[in-house]
């Protein structure tokens, strides 16, 4: 069987993350299609990944998945530009399943503007895609069963891991992993500056800090990291990592005390409900 053709529509930040890892994966860029509305833009995607871009009509009509990568308000643009094609491919598996990678904007109004039983699933990506790193946190629309819910992992897990949810958790999930990345962003960046303001050159400073991220990451990833019995597969425990690094009257309590009297956790707390409600928001705006 020749590989599917995924067609994204929106050649942005996520949808460039998505093209560039599936490249990088090994995917054939051939297989590949981008509409993207800002010309120069369809020529960074050609120049640096080899994808082709074409009009949404012919994107329509040669997709097997059809991948949403619009900002939220221009989902309703994005899909009326394809429904008329749709509508005339044949329904099943002749019609492309959608994969909808949209903050926010629930499958009810995806389906709402394109032919009837179109398979929609909801993802949340995030960035670090582009690098095989992904997290994508996935929920089936009304009409998307096991067949498309299965094929859309299939083709994330190119990129990275994957995850099933109800959809009613989608916004949270924006909250945590869709928007995450920065978070950790801000966090070296403000290392970063920390160790600048204290005196170290700026490229000591970040490689110190980009490393120990990259460090911490594979520890909070790699079973029996903790120390606990077994690594048997079991999630290591964040509060046991951070244990490890604390010595009795050392630097790191010293720090940790110091981001706990500055409040980090309650502001972490935050950020994530104002992420969530944000989602929410976005969702009841233009879903
Ligand atoms: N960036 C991220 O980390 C993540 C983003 N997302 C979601 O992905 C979606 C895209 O986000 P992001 O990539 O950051 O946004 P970008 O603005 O970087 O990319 C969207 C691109 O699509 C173009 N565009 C707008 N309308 C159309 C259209 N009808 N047809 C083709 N192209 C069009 C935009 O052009 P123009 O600039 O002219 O509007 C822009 O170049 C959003 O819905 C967001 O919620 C999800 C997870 C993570
Ligand atoms: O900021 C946003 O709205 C998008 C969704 C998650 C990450 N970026």
């Known amino acids: 069987m020749s590989t599917p053709t995924v067609a994204v529509l929106g050649g942005g930040k996520i949808g460039e993350a998505l093209l ?7 995917r054939a860029p051939g297989s590949l299609l981008v509409v993207e509305a800002v010309a120069a833009r369809a020529v960074e995607l050609t120049d640096r990944h080899g994808i082709v871009a074409v009009g949404a009509p012919e ?14 308000g221009d989902v309703p643009a994005a899909l009326d530009e394809v429904r008329d094609v749709l509508a005339g491919r044949a329904p099943g598996q002749d019609r492309p399943a ?26 949340m990506p995030n960035t670090p895609m582009l690098v095989g790193r992904a997290m994508c946190v ?29 959809e009613s958790q989608q916004d949270l999930a924006t909250a945590l992993s869709g928007s995450g990345p920065a978070y950790v962003f801000l966090l070296a960046e403000a290392m970063i500056d920390a160790g600048v303001a204290l005196g170290l050159p700026r490229p000591v400073a970040t490689e110190l800090v980009t490393t120990t991220v990259e460090g911490a990451g594979g520890l909070l990833t790699t079973p029996g990291s ?27 309590a010293a720090a940790l005390g110091s981001l706990e009297a500055d409040g980090v956790r309650a502001a972490l707390a935050r950020a994530v ?12 705006q233009y879903g």
């Open 20 to 26: 560039g890892g599936l490249v990088a994966a090994g």
């Open 59 to 72: 994107a329509a009509r040669r997709a097997d998945v059809l991948v949403v990568a619009v900002k939220p």
């Open 98 to 123: 959608v994969i909808s990678l949209a903050a926010g904007i629930p499958t009810a109004a995806i389906e709402a503007r394109l032919p009837a039983d179109t398979a929609v699933v909801r993802v």
């Open 138 to 166: 996935l929920s089936p629309g009304a009409a998307a069963g096991e067949t498309e819910l299965a094929a859309a992992e299939e083709l994330l897990s190119a990129v990275g891991r994957t995850v099933r949810v109800p």
């Open 226 to 252: 903790d120390g606990r019995e077994g690594a048997d597969g079991t999630v290591p425990h964040p509060g046991l990592l951070r244990e490890a690094v604390t010595s009795p009257g050392g630097t790191t």
């Open 273 to 284: 409900t104002a992420a969530r409600d944000r989602s929410v928001a976005l969702g009841r």
